[in-house]
């Protein structure tokens, strides 16, 4: 059996499927079409389900050992610009993010991986989750038992940052870890005509988002990686007024516990001594959303070694500060997170994820299912 002819033989309905997606597009925890029709195929093909809210856990073989593969089946909250026939029906929601080509790359290799079932060397779990877009949802799927038993996990992400058709692997830390923070400083209010007798807060938080940017120029080593970004900043209504508030959120990323440390204890410091300095005081609510995900060795060489066999052209991705929830996966289960190449300047598909005209290159889709069907008849 050849992966790749077998993906080859339904491009079109791999494609046809990514298209149906994306025209009905359904933010985190509200994929009850999506996740229908994907369960329907599945019982079809002979697939034993158990569903984890709009999740879907999908097992099938035999074997002692089981590898899973995981695709993300939620939009997000972007209105489409795109002009295309499969463009969104959906007013405010898109795939923007490409979880539409997740899905049907690994509905495709459901389909091939069920019609091959004795070949199996191993057991096979596919994972179909919900609310990867901030949601977490690959908590649930773990809390919902998508990890027992599993001994090796793999995704695909189709990836802006190389050329249409490049598989990219990266062993260790691929993506950033991904905290938030919420801030509030408060200062006395009053005329805008008499700053003298009140305690300004919108300077005090001017103060306070440069004084953030010198923890990663400043406080982090050079040779390390760190982000803090303040993303949403709100005070007052009227023009003539010094408000009594200021609200502030953002997020910060990390690939190490030093690193997420140092940046939350210098929040706060730098919060505490803006304030203290100018008679304000201030709240602050910080958290970390979710950890790195870093990549086994093995699991990579093993991703690799598939990729290559299957003739796909393979090189090393970029570390980014992005963040993925397949980072919980991997923090139980050795595997690997891998990009798929969708950039093709001569489709005009150049949009960055989470853009309002991201598309992706759909004629390389299928190498994906190929990769995802090559991975579960490798024996681990």
């Known amino acids: 059996m050849n992966p790749l002819e077998e993906a080859l033989k339904i491009k079109d309905q791999i494609i046809a499927w990514r298209r149906d997606f994306h025209m ?18 599945l019982r079809e093909w002979g697939y034993r389900i158990k569903r984890v809210g709009t999740g879907i856990i999908a097992d099938i073989g035999k074997g002692e050992k089981t ?9 997000l909250p972007v209105q489409e610009e795109n002009d295309v026939p499969y463009k969104s029906r959906i007013p405010g929601k898109m795939h923007a993010c490409g979880h539409d080509a997740h899905t049907a790359m690994l509905l495709g290799a459901a ?32 809390e919902g038992g998508a ?10 992400h189709v990836w802006m940052e190389l050329p249409s058709g490049v598989v990219g692997i990266r062993e260790g830390p691929f993506m950033a870890g991904v905290g938030r923070f919420e801030v509030e400083i408060e200062g006395k209010g009053g005329h805008g005509a008499s700053p003298h007798e009140t305690i300004d807060p919108i300077p005090i938080a001017a103060q306070v988002i ?22 949403s900043i709100k005070a007052g209504e009227a023009f003539n007024v010094i408000p009594e508030r200021v609200y502030m959120s953002g997020t910060y990323r990390f690939f190490t516990s030093e690193t997420k440390s140092l940046i939350e204890k210098r929040i706060e410091e730098i919060l505490k001594g803006t304030t203290l300095a100018n008679n304000a005081s201030y709240g ?21 070694k598939v990729a290559q066999n299957l003739g796909l052209k393979v090189e090393e ?55 995802e069907v090559g991975l579960v008849f490798e024996r681990i």
């Open 210 to 231: 440069l004084a953030f940017q010198t923890i990663i120029s400043r406080n982090l080593n050079p040779l390390e990686s760190g982000v803090v970004s303040v993303g």
């Open 147 to 156: 990890l027992e038993g599993v001994n090796a996990i793999f995704g695909i």
């Open 67 to 75: 590898v899973a593969l995981r695709a993300d089946m939620d939009a």
């Open 317 to 371: 991705v970029p570390k980014t500060m992005g963040a993925e929830d397949f980072a919980f996966y991997l923090q139980k289960v050795p595997g690997a997170f891998i990009a798929l190449g969708i950039k093709n300047e001569e489709k005009g598909i150049i949009y960055p994820h989470h853009h309002p005209r991201f598309n992706v290159d759909e004629d390389v889709l299928h190498l994906g299912t190929a990769l």
């Open 111 to 142: 389909k091939i991986i069920a019609e091959h079932e004795n070949e199996l060397p191993n057991k096979v779990r596919l994972l179909f989750q919900p609310a990867e877009e901030g949601g977490n949802g690959a908590l649930k799927m773990i």
């Open 284 to 304: 602050l609510k910080i958290e970390e959303v979710g950890p790195p995900t870093i990549n086994d060795p093995e699991m990579v060489s093993l991703a690799r």
């Open 24 to 41: 009905h597009p359904e933010l985190g925890y509200e994929e009850e079409r999506t996740s229908k029709i994907v369960e329907e195929h």
